[in-house]
């Protein structure tokens, strides 16, 4: 298989925090671009570890990752949030600025971007209709509920239509309604282009979501949900 | 257009209000404070040595030993040399109470070889050496004694002074700096999730370091100016009293337009300052995140 596609490439890559033992160990795989991931597994895997690895958040102690062909290792500090800046980010626990309203929450990575603030408030309020909180736009995140807080992340990171969204646990905290209005925005985010990975527990949402790769994790290595490959199918729609 | 330092009202809001104005501002007013008044002192200090050092730069003293009734012979003398502007010579009966008061009236009694004593002011370019030598040829025991030499020591004191008042300044702004750089961190430590945030969203630390340089700009700014408008006031009612008594007695004022320009100017570069210290110290702890 050729690197032409490939929009992540994990090569024996492996975790640890501090001194403590490896989190995530030879963890060897790709991501094309344009595809769309489920991640299970048991809490405590490290699912939120790997995807941590994916947006920059935390460099491997061991092996090498390549991001959009970029080999991180070479990659300098300066140049992070240029790389940044294609990636969407729904955090497990929100990680909303509480002293900001909902609306300048998921305005803030075009800002950062530096668009011009009438555009960015055009594309909010769209964002936020989207996730049916129009009507909660000046809210702060400590007076919105679980669930809307999750939803004004979930529009934070798609604003910016990223190349890459890395999405933890989006629809822990909504209804099954509201979950599957979620699954459509990220479809049709994802057959506009962007490689979409998902951390779920959900096998509901995985089972409705056609086309999909599961990637299963296990005690920190990927092994294969159907139980025979000792590695992941890594193309969609693609005889391997 | 907005000048570059400046936020833009969205950026303004990312780091919430209020949460570390107190603390900043009031130890930088009161560390300007000191820097001022001690600034004040020293460069006051200064000027006093320096006038001093200048109203007795040509003054001598001509003193023959023993020579009790000569001294007008002696003025004479000198004011006929080259290079001697003016020669005065000191009446007995000073010179007398001048001993009295350092040798206690009992020295009349003694009957002590009294001095005659003329002061002498040369012109500017005068030969010192030279009108000593020319002296003595009429009067061998005759010596020449410049006033400045007399008040050395205490022009070595004042002096001695000064530099202690500078390095109090120094040692305060240093004091001041590692403050900010404390308060800086503080600050990012409170906003570490905000941080957070802007890192993942793809924000630069230059981004990121703008929103605290104006942060501490503006609190060094205030408290800068709080701080030199109080040492102001106290210079202010000082003046009004001690210092000028002592500005009339070296005939003028104490602290020049110069000198207040440079006080002025110590809550700006002082706010500079503080503001290139900050912004180093963000930037060095933000280099350390992933
Ligand atoms: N910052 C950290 N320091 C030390 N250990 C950590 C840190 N973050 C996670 N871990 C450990 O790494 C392991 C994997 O954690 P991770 O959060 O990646 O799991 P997860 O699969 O996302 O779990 P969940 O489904 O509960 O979210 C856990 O044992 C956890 O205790
Ligand atoms: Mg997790």
């Known amino acids: ?240 | 257009m907005r000048p570059q330092w400046a936020l833009t009202a969205a950026e303004r809001q990312l780091l919430p209000a209020g949460r570390r104005r107190g603390p900043t501002r009031g130890l930088i007013a009161i560390m300007m404070f000191v820097m001022v008044i001690v600034a004040a002192a020293g460069l006051a200090i200064g000027n006093a040595a320096a006038l001093l050092s200048q109203a007795t730069e040509a003054r001598y003293s001509i003193q023959l030993p023993g020579g009790a009734g000569q001294g007008d012979a002696l003025a004479r003398a000198a004011r006929d040399l080259d290079g001697v502007r003016s020669a005065r010579a000191v009446p007995e009966e000073e010179v007398n109470e001048t001993l009295d008061r350092w040798l206690g009236p009992a020295a009349r009694e003694a009957d002590l070889p009294v001095p005659a004593l003329v002061e002498v002011e040369f012109d500017d370019n005068a030969d010192a050496k030279a009108i000593e030598t020319a002296l003595r040829s009429e009067f061998a025991d005759a010596m020449l004694v410049a006033n400045r030499s007399t008040i050395q020591p205490l022009l070595r004191s004042l002096r001695a002074l000064g530099w202690v008042a500078a390095s109090l300044v120094i040692l305060v702004g240093v004091a001041a700096g590692a403050a900010v750089v404390l308060a800086a961190r503080a600050a990012l430590a409170a906003n570490r999730d905000t941080i957070d945030v802007m890192h993942g969203v793809g924000a630069t630390d230059e981004q990121v370091v703008r929103l605290f340089q104006y942060r501490i700009a503006l609190d060094s700014l205030v408290g800068g100016a709080l701080g030199a408008g109080l040492a102001a006031l106290v210079l202010l009612l000082v003046s009004a009293s001690g210092l000028a008594i002592a500005g009339r007695m070296a005939g003028q004022a104490l602290l020049f337009p110069v000198d207040l320009l440079m006080l002025a100017l110590l809550p700006l570069g002082g706010a500079l300052l503080a503001t290139l210290v900050a912004r180093r110290a963000v930037l060095v702890s933000l280099r350390a995140l992933p």
């Not at chain 1, 989207?130 to 995140?141: E, F, K, N, T, Y």
């Not at chain 1, 007076?143 to 999750?150: A, I, P, R």
């Not at chain 1, 939803?151 to 999405?167: K, S, Y």
């Not at chain 1, 998902?198 to 990637?215: K, N, Q, R, S, V």
Request: without cysteine; proline residues 5%; glycine residues 14%.
């Open chain 1, 1 to 240: 298989m050729g690197t032409a596609g490939v929009i992540v490439s994990f090569e024996s890559v492996g975790l640890r925090y501090g001194t403590g033992a490896e989190i995530l160990r030879d963890l060897d795989f790709k991501l094309v671009a344009g595809g769309l991931y489920f991640l299970t597994g048991p809490s405590g895997a490290g699912k939120t570890s790997l995807l941590k690895l994916l947006y920059l958040a935390q460099r491997p102690t061991r092996g090498r990752i390549s991001l959009f062909g970029q080999p991180l290792d070479e990659v300098d500090r300066n140049a992070l949030p240029g790389l940044r800046r294609r990636i969407g980010i729904v955090y497990q626990d929100f990680r909303l600025i509480d002293h900001l309203s909902a609306f300048d929450n998921v305005a803030l990575p075009l800002r950062i971007a530096g668009h011009a603030e009438d555009d960015i408030e055009t594309a909010t309020n769209e964002m936020l209709g989207w996730v049916g909180l129009s009507d909660r736009a000046g809210a702060r995140p400590p007076t919105l509920s679980g669930g809307e807080q999750q939803r004004v992340a979930i529009a934070r990171a798609v604003i910016g239509r990223p190349d890459l969204l890395v999405a933890d646990e989006p629809t822990g905290n909504v209804d099954a309604e509201m979950a599957r209005r979620l699954m459509h925005l990220f479809g049709a985010l994802n057959r506009l282009g962007t490689t979409v990975v998902i951390a779920t527990h959900d096998i509901g949402l995985i089972g409705e979501t056609p086309g999909a790769t599961l990637i299963r994790l296990e005690k920190g290595g990927i092994v294969d949900p159907t139980g025979g490959l000792a590695h992941p199918p890594v193309r969609r729609g693609e005889n391997a």
